[in-house]
């Protein structure tokens, strides 16, 4: 696991982005694991600069999200479908059939999850996953407790998160109870992982996912049994680190 410390929130993007285009450039049929949250927007918007200004071709790219909340329909404007295709999907080359959001209207959510793990699987498997993380130190909706082995299931949000989360909608009460959620064994097949953050309000969770114990209590610190993971902050996210860290991960691409 590498920590590496950035200036600002749009550094810290651009680093992550060009990490992302390094393994589309040396794969062009790379499977991409792809986050929601406010963390991955910059990210995303400097793709999109990538496509637009430097050509970088998403047209044979394959993408699974970790998640998306049960009981909001596709058009919902908090929902992750609708969220993937403002920020990102509509502005780039991807094809439609190689994107997949879990879909939190399945009427069978077991057999959904079931169905969701084998297309990971069929593709070759996750080649990258972008992660941010809950103040929590949630990763995707694994909330605090879940089972380091777990693949993609239903979860109950915490009230934690459905605080946080709930500045995007109108009260409280709009917020959705469950989530589906890649679990945190499905992460941790990816071959190669990039986690987020930046702000004070993260840390606390970026202190211990970084120089705390391995514990289903904080599940980012997952992270560091993953030989090839990436974490990128901000200064702010930084402040409650105890250790030095370097501003340039070690080598751009692991190969
Ligand atoms: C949600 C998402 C997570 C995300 C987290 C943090 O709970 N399921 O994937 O990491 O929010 O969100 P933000 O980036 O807005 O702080």
Redesign the pocket.
């Given at each position: 696991m590498e920590v590496v410390v950035k200036e600002s929130y749009e550094e810290m993007s651009k680093l992550s982005a060009e990490l992302i285009a390094e393994v589309i450039r040396r794969k062009p049929r790379a499977v991409l694991g792809l986050?929601?949250?406010?963390?991955?927007l910059g990210t995303y918007k400097e793709l999109i600069r990538l496509h637009k200004q430097e050509g970088l071709d998403f047209s044979r790219v394959i993408t699974f999200n970790?998640?998306e909340y049960v009981g909001l329909v596709h058009g919902h404007p908090q929902s992750y479908h609708y969220f993937m295709s403002e920020n990102l999907f509509k502005h780039i080359n991807v094809n439609p059939k190689n994107v997949h959001v879990p879909d939190g209207t399945a009427k069978d959510i077991p057999g959904f999850c079931r169905w969701y793990e084998e297309q990971i699987v069929k593709t070759g498997g996750l080649d990258l996953q972008l992660?941010?993380?809950?103040s929590n130190g949630?990763?995707?909706?694994n909330e605090p407790g879940s089972s380091l082995g777990s693949r993609t299931r239903i979860k109950t949000l915490d009230d934690k998160?459905r605080q946080?989360?709930a500045r995007f909608f109108k009260n409280m009460n709009e917020v959705p109870k469950y989530?589906i959620t890649m679990g945190i064994g499905t992460i941790m097949d990816a071959r190669q992982l990039i986690l987020l953050a930046n702000g004070a309000g993260k840390a606390d969770a970026i202190l211990k996912t970084c120089e705390g114990p391995i514990t289903a209590i904080v599940p980012a610190t997952i992270v560091q049994l993953h030989p090839k993971a990436t974490i990128i902050i901000d200064k702010q996210a930084a402040t409650k680190l105890t250790r030095e860290y370097p501003a340039e991960p070690r080598v751009l691409v692991l190969a």
């Open positions: 986050a929601t949250g406010s963390t991955p970790l998640d992660l941010g993380i809950g949630h990763i995707a909706f998160t946080d989360n989530a």
